[in-house]
């Protein structure tokens, strides 16, 4: 099994930046990919980046891209989620979660999430 719990959310006004913080615990050596989700109120969730635990490539959703990096710090077991330039429509419940493949497949592995409100 693997845990994963986030930190790091809160209210920021549009145009700020938030650095949200993904910590994996148990079969850490599992893990092939860890992705961030978002899931906006009243809206289905949705893919915001993810990246290959051991060789660090990234892919970004267009909606993200040129304001989000998504990181990992192997040694503590850390993947982090740097959001600037912060719009209202970035307001969400983010989660992150894990996945044995490096490719392809479902996430068996969830966070309990962490809010980010962004306000106009």
């Known amino acids: 099994q693997v845990q994963l719990v986030e930190s790091g959310g809160g209210l920021v006004q549009a145009g700020g930046s938030l650095r949200l913080s993904c910590a994996a615990s148990?079969?850490?050596?599992?893990?092939?990919?860890i992705a961030w989700f978002r899931q906006p109120p009243g809206k289905e969730r949705e893919f915001v980046a993810r990246?290959?635990?051991?060789?660090?490539?990234?892919i970004y959703a267009d909606s993200v891209k040129g304001r989000f990096t998504i990181s990992r710090d192997n040694a503590e077991n850390t993947v982090y989620l740097q959001m600037n330039s912060l719009r209202p429509e970035d307001t969400a419940l983010y989660y992150c979660?894990?996945?044995?493949?490096?490719?392809?497949?479902?996430?068996?592995?969830w966070g309990q999430g962490t809010q980010v409100t962004v306000s106009s």
């Open positions: 148990g079969r850490t050596f599992d893990i092939g990919t």
């Open positions: 979660a894990a996945r044995k493949s490096r490719n392809s497949g479902a996430y068996a592995y």
């Open positions: 990246i290959i635990w051991s060789g660090g490539v990234t």
